[in-house]
């Protein structure tokens, strides 16, 4: 299979980037090595490529009514100029797409997942009802992440937009090194950031100015090898490891971002059955014997199979193993002790209260 490149190819293969396939794009997984890419955006600033990432477009007189068939946040409670994480999910509950939804004076942009792009084309083409236009424009937009505590101090130097004033999920349209740029205080690590939405023919220039005025930060292009361990540390969901669509929101504990009492949407009815009859629970695992949870470990508790890992790692931040899986929901509970199964051996771990980290800079 022929892979997808984004506008920042060339400077990945120029930079020694550990290429590897994801969502159908060929990117770095790294550059030096995933521990010192993670500790460098949790102390300092890092920049990722996630170009990968689709946009869609949804204009027309009835936008926001066929939005809110098809999501189940409210996107009523969001003004202009604000963004919200929400979900797509079909009529059984199981979850299409997590998405992030940026509600603009005359049109609404979806950012989804790279593997789900047609998927979710196909999908809201199928449920479209009136006045409505759904366009993806994913092959014109990059996105660059400039992420970590150092981020504003960098991003700073090459707008004039006052970057301490856009609050968490909001974003302006200004311009960043000359170039009109959409900067959003969003992010998938857990850090103060921005995501920057520019035209793919200006990637490049924005990139290598970020890095020149970055310099005295220590600022790193950094791969999707830490943009994962630092999810997790977060337990920020990825959606074909934590949620796919035989997982409902309720038990993917998405409950927060679904709004209920809105009114009709797609799936409410099979989550609002599922809410009375919750069978499993995704929760935060920590390994006390050393030994890293990774996908598809089964969970045990007193030798009783309990669920399955679904995303884990050795935490970078927090030096033991971690994992995210679904457990019983009569096993849930935050303190139970259970065993992982590493390789034929039992190794003991216990539920923790998200998130694993705790000490990052995101609402600075």
């Given at each position: 299979?022929?892979?997808?490149?984004?506008?920042?190819?060339?400077?990945?293969?120029?930079?020694?980037?550990?290429?590897v396939?994801?969502?159908?794009?060929?990117?770095?997984?790294?550059?030096?090595?995933?521990?010192?890419?993670?500790?460098?955006?949790?102390?300092?600033?890092?920049?990722?490529?996630?170009?990968?990432?689709?946009?869609?477009?949804?204009?027309?007189?009835?936008?926001?009514?066929?939005?809110q068939k098809?999501?189940?946040?409210?996107?009523?409670?969001?003004?202009?100029?604000?963004?919200?994480?929400?979900?797509?999910?079909?009529?059984?509950?199981?979850?299409?797409?997590?998405?992030?939804?940026?509600?603009?004076?005359?049109?609404?942009?979806?950012?989804?997942?790279?593997?789900?792009?047609?998927?979710?084309?196909?999908?809201?083409?199928?449920?479209?009802?009136?006045?409505?236009?759904?366009?993806?424009?994913?092959?014109?937009?990059?996105?660059?992440?400039?992420?970590?505590p150092?981020?504003?101090?960098?991003?700073?130097?090459?707008?004039?937009?006052?970057?301490?004033?856009?609050?968490?999920?909001s974003?302006?349209?200004?311009?960043?090194?000359?170039?009109?740029?959409?900067?959003?205080?969003?992010?998938?690590?857990?850090?103060?950031?921005?995501?920057?939405?520019?035209?793919?023919?200006?990637?490049v220039?924005?990139?290598r100015?970020l890095?020149?005025?970055?310099?005295?930060?220590?600022?790193?292009?950094?791969?999707?090898?830490?943009r994962?361990?630092?999810?997790?540390?977060m337990?920020?969901?990825?959606?074909?490891?934590?949620?796919?669509?035989?997982?409902?929101?309720?038990?993917?504990?998405?409950?927060?971002?679904?709004?209920?009492?809105?009114?009709?949407?797609?799936?409410?009815?099979?989550?609002?059955?599922?809410?009375?009859?919750?069978?499993?629970?995704?929760?935060?695992?920590?390994?006390?014997?050393?030994?890293?949870?990774?996908?598809?470990?089964?969970?045990?508790?007193?030798?009783?199979?309990?669920?399955?890992?679904?995303?884990?790692?050795?935490?970078?931040?927090?030096?033991?193993?971690?994992?995210?899986?679904?457990?019983?929901?009569?096993?849930?509970?935050?303190?139970?002790?259970?065993?992982?199964?590493?390789?034929?051996?039992?190794?003991?771990?216990?539920?923790?209260?998200?998130?694993?980290?705790?000490?990052?800079?995101?609402?600075?």
């Open positions: 299979m022929k892979l997808s490149k984004t506008a920042l190819y060339d400077f990945h293969i120029s930079r020694q980037g550990k290429m396939q994801f969502s159908g794009y060929s990117l770095p997984a790294y550059y030096t090595s995933i521990n010192d890419e993670h500790t460098l955006v949790r102390s300092s600033v890092g920049l990722f490529d996630i170009s990968h990432m689709g946009e869609i477009v949804v204009s027309g007189l009835d936008a926001e009514s066929f939005l098809v999501t189940i946040n409210d996107i009523e409670s969001i003004e202009v100029g604000q963004a919200q994480y929400t979900a797509m999910c079909n009529y059984d509950g199981g979850i299409v797409d997590d998405l992030i939804l940026y509600r603009n004076s005359d049109n609404y942009m979806l950012v989804v997942n790279a593997g789900n792009i047609n998927k979710n084309l196909n999908w809201l083409n199928k449920n479209k009802i009136g006045n409505v236009k759904v366009s993806n424009i994913s092959d014109d937009i990059s996105i660059i992440a400039v992420q970590g150092k981020s504003r101090s960098v991003l700073e130097m090459l707008t004039e937009e006052n970057l301490a004033n856009i609050d968490f999920y974003f302006v349209n200004g311009e960043v090194a000359g170039f009109d740029t959409m900067i959003s205080r969003t992010g998938y690590t857990g850090e103060l950031g921005y995501e920057l939405y520019l035209s793919s023919k200006n990637v220039d924005v990139w100015k890095l020149k005025v970055g310099n005295d930060y220590g600022i790193a292009p950094v791969g999707l090898g830490c994962d361990t630092l999810r997790m540390e337990k920020y969901l990825l959606y074909g490891n934590d949620i796919n669509e035989t997982r409902n929101p309720i038990e993917s504990g998405l409950g927060w971002i679904t709004k209920i009492n809105k009114g009709s949407f797609i799936g409410k009815e099979a989550i609002l059955n599922c809410k009375d009859n919750v069978q499993n629970k995704l929760v935060c695992i920590k390994m006390l014997d050393r030994a890293i949870p990774r996908k598809g470990l089964m969970i045990y508790k007193n030798e009783k199979l309990i669920g399955e890992i679904t995303s884990g790692t050795m935490s970078p931040s927090l030096g033991f193993g971690i994992g995210i899986g679904y457990v019983n929901v009569n096993h849930s509970n935050i303190g139970r002790e259970i065993q992982i199964d590493v390789r034929g051996k039992l190794k003991k771990a216990v539920i923790l209260k998200p998130p694993f980290y705790k000490n990052g800079t995101l609402l600075q």
